[in-house]
């Protein structure tokens, strides 16, 4: 079955640091993945989505995200860290069929000030 | 343009009792999808409605049940909750075209389920 895995459930940096935040995906994953933000007390956003057509994804916010076969692996960046940037953020695959997903665990920022 | 709305945003309810939480889509969208997400990690996929049928269901005992309507809006039942059914319910919704998907859901903010 197709999953996602991602690496550090909480991850700190300082403002207007490098953040980076992890995730693998099943070999098995269609080339479809994706990355939402949740900030509190609010429902999920999409920042960004790759479907094939360009390994490096540009999101909102500022956010980006390289899909490398190689490595499996889809990471979330940002040059540099905001105080509005501290929230959970999820990485996520496609189910079999329609805008179903399958959520990772999540990773916590928080944006040190 | 209206987002998705969810009702209500917090409520507490008793073991064995039942529970309806309510969801309108945003405006063009014709699929609802429902989630759970326990404290500390991610949604998990309960069941999707695409023109007020089941499309698709994680893997949920029977008692979680759901219903669209022709406008679109959805409940999500829940029968003999449990201590571990507490968690945020997320609604979302998107535009689908049959059994693909465009990728993207819109998310309302959640209803927060306690079960004492």
């Known amino acids: 079955a197709q999953s996602v895995t991602q690496l550090g459930s909480h991850v700190s940096v300082s403002e207007g640091a490098l953040v980076l935040l992890r995730c693998n995906y099943s070999?098995?994953?269609?080339?479809?993945l994706f990355w939402y933000v949740q900030y509190p007390n609010q429902g999920l956003q999409l920042l960004l989505k790759?479907?094939?057509?360009?390994?490096l994804v540009k999101g909102i916010n500022g956010f980006e995200a390289e899909f490398k076969k190689s490595e499996t692996s889809f990471h979330l960046t940002k040059p540099s860290a905001h105080m509005s940037d501290a929230a959970e953020y999820f990485c996520?695959?496609?189910?079999?069929?329609?805008?179903?997903?399958?959520f990772g665990t999540g990773t916590s920022l928080t944006v040190i000030p | 343009e209206t987002g998705v709305t969810q009702s209500p945003t917090h409520l507490i309810k008793t073991r064995g009792q039942q529970v309806t939480l309510r969801c309108s889509s945003q405006?063009?969208?014709?699929?609802v999808s429902w989630y759970q997400q326990a404290l500390g990690q991610g949604p998990q996929f309960i069941f999707q409605?695409?023109?007020?049928?089941?499309?698709g269901r994680g893997n949920f005992p029977p008692r979680f049940s759901g219903l669209q309507f022709p406008n679109y809006s959805s409940e999500l039942n829940v029968n003999a909750l449990e201590l571990d059914d507490s968690a945020l319910y997320l609604c979302?919704?998107?535009?689908?075209?049959?059994?693909?998907?465009?990728?993207?859901?819109?998310f309302g903010e959640g209803s927060r389920l306690t079960v004492l």
């Open positions: 979302a919704s998107s535009r689908q075209l049959g059994l693909a998907g465009n990728g993207e859901l819109f």
């Open positions: 070999s098995s994953v269609p080339p479809y």
């Open positions: 790759y479907t094939s057509a360009a390994t």
């Open positions: 996520a695959v496609p189910r079999v069929t329609g805008n179903q997903f399958y």
């Open positions: 405006s063009g969208h014709n699929t």
């Open positions: 409605y695409y023109r007020e049928e089941e499309n």
